[in-house]
Every structure is written in structure tokens, then in C-alpha cells.
């Protein structure tokens, strides 16, 4: 009895169904339209967008009849559905987009859903569900376009970590400083010169010049030249002094020849920089604020008030007393010449350098020892110089950063970004270090981060820019990774002008990088040659990759940048 009942009303509910249009409707399923654009769908951001069109034919849509559609990215894992949208006949009273009975109707649907990897070969399907009252009918699923193509995932996660570069200089200029004193109104060179007031001797001074010409004369050391410029001090007339200048100038360079001649020292005209001052009232003024004398202020004053030297002179004098003092002990310091003694230094060479760095690693300079890094070959060399540089000289930004730098490189990013965050501490701000910092979170997915630390890093460093974008891959923002790739000639910057639509661009870009051969640069050119539909393009590249590297074959039979294809011979004779 009970199954009897169950009969009747299963045969009663088919024929409310088709008496109510349910039925019609459903039999007639097919002849609705859906348009998607793009088929197939594309990942971008991380997420799948769908723009589906749908038209009903005329006289398809019951008056009093909803439906409710259902859009998903059927896979082999599963469903995974886009929001429903339901719309209703021209006398249903409930909300939804009107479809005219009659005339028939559209409507469009945009809707986004997180990417998942199983949605790479999967279906885009709807499954429309009508009702009138409290009667439902599936219509039954529909395939409507393909998914998905997922082609920013190949970006390279390449991020670019920067070195602390080193200053080292294997010859390196150096010069000693010293004057010669003179009497007043004289220009004849006086070694026992001095005067005790004004605590200035030549005795000892020209000493030290002549133990700078003596230490500049061997190895490591090369002298170069003598520079010499003679002064007189702005008192008494300026014809004079110009005079005095000159000749003071010509006597020191005199001596000065007459001692490197007795040491064997030859020279020419072109050894000595002669030049001259007539009236120092540029040192005057210099030795005047180092001074403690009470009137100091107000002889400054006279002497930047008044532009004639004459005049200047005249006023100080009247200061009586200032002006004694100002004569015992300011005027004698500027009856000199200055002689700069002026060399090179050479450093260790590189071969010594490089036996150092390993053999007694803290006999070397800091920037000796960042140098023997640089130079070295391979991760684990570098890595040892590096952290024998970071235990001698822990105070260096450059050490710690250019550890964490060689980790980064054999993919220890914890171990880098640990080393990165001492560099932090050691020098706040540094564009190097917060670079790294954000590649190390680049790797590790964090993007928001990375960006930040970028952000933080500014455009010091060409590499940011590279870095972010990759970044701008990652987070669809195409346009803006063309930007940031510049002219650079690499996988990822021809990625980024094919996703933005520049195919042409991206496949020069390539042939210029150092991919153009690599089995992911062949890969790369034969998804551009898909878009530009090259069909010879497509399987003669494809060839090439797999043959460099066997797993593109799966890579490739999968790929709906490919779809076009699935079902040529030449094709399928590649990729199986």
C-alpha cells in the first residue's frame, strides 16, 4: 500500500511538473546560451573570475516559473562552486532577474572564487534548478567553458638578494700635510725658524716633511708629486705680499727638490703643484675663531664689513693692543707654505688576499676580508670567508647581511632572514637589507610583507625593483610588473608584457634573456606562440622544452593554454 502511494505521488509531482512548464523548460535546457568570457578561465591574483552571458530563447521562460543557476569549476577533487543567480518569469513575485515569457531575455554574472590547484584542468558547469511553488526540478548540469588557464604561475621566484659591497681599493692615494714658516718680509727658507709666542717651529715641521718624503719613497708606497702653495699674511702692502707669496712658494719648492735629490730621487717640472696667496685673510679668519682672545667678535665683524683689504687692515690696527696680540700670535702662522706631500698606497694583491681569507683570516681589513668573499667560488667558500668576516667584525652591517646573502642563495631562507635581521639592527634602514628582508618573505609567501619591506627599500637598488615585480605577477598587477622589469632582459620580465598583452614584446624579451634555451624559456615561448595561434610555433617549442626536461610533457597535456590543440596528432604525438 505504502509503495503504491509513493508511486502515485512521484507520477502525480512528473505531471505538475510538466503541466506548470517545469518539465518544458527542463527538456528544453540546451537551447539557453551561456557565454563566457574568457574561455577559458584564467587564474590571476589567485583567484578565478567568471563572466558568463546567459540568453533564453524566446517563448523558453514560464511565466511563473524561477531558476536558480549555479555556476562551479567542476574537477577531479571535487566542486567548486560560484555564487547562484536566479531569475524569474515575467509573473513571479519573487526577486530575481525578470525573462520576458514571450520574447525570451538575458542576464550577466560576474563572480570571482579563490584558485585552487585541481582547477587547472577542470570544467566550468551550471546547474540550473527550477521552481514554481513548492515543485522543483533540476535541469541537469551543463558545460559551459573550460578551466583554467593558470600560465602566472610560471613566474620564477628569482628574488634577487644584495651584497654589502665592499670599498676595497688596492691603490689607495695618501698624503702628508705640513707648512714651512718664514719671517716676516723673507722668503729665504730658515730650517731653526720659529717663534715660541705663536707656538710655530720649523725644526720640527720639516721633520715631518722629510720623513713623509722618506716613508713615500718605498713599497708599499709610490710618490707621485709635491704640491706647494706659498702666503703671506694680510698685513702691509698687497704688491708686496703677492711678491713675498710667490717667492715663498719658488724657495720651498727649491729645498724641497734639493732634498729629493740627495736622496736619488728624480723629478721633473711636472712633479711640483706651485700656486700662492697673497694676503690670507681666509686663514686669518680661520685662526681668529679658534682663538681666545676677547676681542675676537669684533674683529671678525671689521673684517667681514669691509670688502677692501686696506681698509680692513687700517681698522684692526687701530685696536691698539688686539692688534699686538693679533701680531705675536696670529701673523706668523700665515707667513708659510703649505707642502703636501702627496702618493699612492698599494694593497695586498688578490692572491694574497685569497690565502689570507682562509689561512689567517684576521690578519685582513674589514674591506680586505668583503673583498676575499667576492672573489671567492662557490656558496660554501663564500660562506666561510663571510662568517669569519662576521665573528671579526660583528659591528659591520655587511657581514651579517652578506652571510644571510649566501644562505639565500642555497635556499636557507630562515637561516638568511635571521642573518638580514642583524644587519637590521646594525643599520636601520639600510635599502640593502630591507631588499633582502623582503625577498626572504617573497619565498616565504608573505607578500603583504615583502611589499613593505620593498617599499622600505625604495629605488636605490635595481633589484627591488625586479623583486616587486615578481610580486606584481603574483598579485596580477601585470601593467605594473612591466614597469618594474624596466628593460631587463629575463623569463619573468617577457612574462609579465605577454600577461599584460604585449606578445610581440614578450617573446623579444625572451629571445634576450638568458632563459631563450632553458626547457622553461622553450615552455614559455610556446604558450606565446598558442596566443598568437602559431601552431608550428607551439609544437616546435614544446619539442624543445620537453626535450631539455621530460616532466613538461604532463606540464604541457594539461595546460588550456593549449586547449586548441588537445586534439591534433602532432600534438598529442609531443606531449604522450
Not at 596580477?476 to 631587463?488: I, K, M, P
Request: net charge positive; proline share 3%; charged share 25%.
Amino acid at each position: 500500500m505504502n509503495k503504491a502511494r509513493l508511486l502515485t505521488a512521484f507520477i502525480i509531482s512528473i505531471a505538475l511538473a510538466a503541466c506548470n512548464g517545469l518539465g518544458k523548460m527542463a527538456k528544453n535546457a540546451s537551447k539557453v546560451k551561456y557565454e563566457v568570457t574568457p574561455n577559458p578561465l584564467e587564474m590571476h591574483g589567485d583567484s578565478v573570475t567568471l563572466n558568463v552571458k546567459g540568453t533564453y530563447p524566446a517563448k523558453y521562460f514560464a511565466k511563473k516559473v524561477d531558476v536558480a543557476v549555479t555556476p562551479s569549476i567542476k574537477t577531479s577533487e571535487g566542486n567548486h562552486p560560484f555564487k547562484t543567480v536566479t531569475m524569474v518569469g515575467e509573473k513571479s513575485k519573487n526577486n530575481g532577474d525578470k525573462i520576458n515569457q514571450k520574447a525570451g531575455g538575458s542576464f550577466t554574472y560576474t563572480n570571482t572564487i579563490a584558485y585552487t590547484p585541481d582547477m587547472k584542468a577542470g570544467d566550468v558547469m551550471v546547474t540550473p534548478v527550477g521552481s514554481k511553488g513548492t515543485t522543483t526540478k533540476d535541469f541537469g548540469p551543463m558545460k559551459i567553458a573550460d578551466g583554467t588557464i593558470v600560465t602566472p604561475l610560471l613566474v620564477k621566484h628569482d628574488e634577487k638578494a644584495v651584497i654589502g659591497k665592499d670599498a676595497f681599493q688596492r691603490i689607495v692615494p695618501v698624503a702628508f700635510n705640513g707648512q714651512m714658516y718664514y719671517l716676516i718680509n723673507t722668503s729665504n727658507v730658515n730650517s731653526g725658524f720659529k717663534v715660541k709666542q705663536a707656538g710655530i717651529s720649523n725644526k720640527s715641521e720639516m721633520a715631518a716633511i722629510d720623513s713623509a718624503l722618506k716613508a713615500y719613497r718605498v713599497a708599499p708606497y709610490s710618490l707621485k708629486g709635491i704640491s706647494v702653495s706659498g702666503y703671506a699674511s694680510p698685513d702691509g702692502k698687497e704688491s708686496l705680499n703677492t711678491g713675498l707669496a710667490n717667492a715663498r712658494t719658488n724657495s720651498s719648492v727649491k729645498y724641497l727638490s734639493g732634498s729629493l735629490k740627495k736622496a736619488k730621487v728624480n723629478t721633473d717640472s711636472s712633479f711640483f703643484s706651485k700656486s700662492s696667496t697673497s694676503e690670507d685673510w681666509e686663514g686669518f679668519q680661520t685662526l681668529m675663531q679658534q682663538s681666545d682672545m676677547a676681542q675676537k667678535d669684533m674683529i671678525l665683524r671689521i673684517v667681514a664689513s669691509n670688502s677692501d683689504p686696506e681698509a680692513r687692515e687700517m681698522e684692526i690696527k687701530k685696536m691698539g693692543k688686539a692688534y699686538e696680540e693679533i701680531a705675536e700670535n696670529i701673523l706668523p702662522k700665515l707667513r708659510r707654505a703649505k707642502v703636501s706631500v702627496n702618493a699612492e698606497k698599494t694593497g695586498r694583491s688578490d692572491e694574497e688576499i685569497a690565502r689570507l681569507a682562509t689561512s689567517n683570516p684576521d690578519s685582513l681589513g674589514v674591506e680586505e676580508i668583503l673583498y676575499a668573499g667576492n672573489m671567492a667560488s662557490g656558496n660554501e667558500q663564500k660562506l666561510a670567508i663571510y662568517k669569519s668576516a662576521e665573528r671579526i667584525y660583528p659591528q659591520d652591517w655587511r657581514t651579517s647581511n652578506n652571510v644571510g646573502m649566501v644562505m639565500f642563495h642555497m635556499n636557507d631562507v630562515d637561516g638568511a632572514m635571521s642573518q638580514f635581521n642583524k644587519a637590521d639592527q646594525l643599520s636601520a634602514n639600510n635599502p640593502v637589507v630591507k631588499n633582502n628582508l623582503g625577498a626572504c618573505y617573497s619565498r616565504k609567501g608573505d607578500r603583504k610583507q615583502a611589499m613593505e619591506m620593498y617599499a622600505a627599500a625604495g629605488t636605490t637598488n635595481p633589484e627591488t625593483s625586479e623583486n616587486m615585480g615578481i610580486l606584481d605577477i603574483r598579485n596580477g598587477n601585470y601593467t605594473a610588473a612591466v614597469g618594474h622589469f624596466g628593460s631587463t632582459s629575463s623569463f619573468n620580465a617577457a612574462l609579465a608584457k605577454l600577461l599584460s598583452g604585449d606578445k610581440d614584446g614578450a617573446m623579444s624579451t625572451l629571445a634576450a634573456s638568458p632563459d631563450k634555451d632553458s626547457a622553461m624559456g622553450y615552455y614559455l615561448k610556446a604558450v606565446i606562440s598558442a596566443r598568437k595561434g602559431d601552431a608550428s610555433g607551439v609544437t616546435s617549442n614544446l619539442k624543445n622544452s620537453i626535450g631539455k626536461d621530460a616532466s613538461m610533457k604532463k606540464m604541457a597535456s594539461e595546460d588550456r593554454e593549449f586547449i586548441k590543440w588537445f586534439n591534433d596528432s602532432t600534438f598529442k604525438g609531443i606531449v604522450q
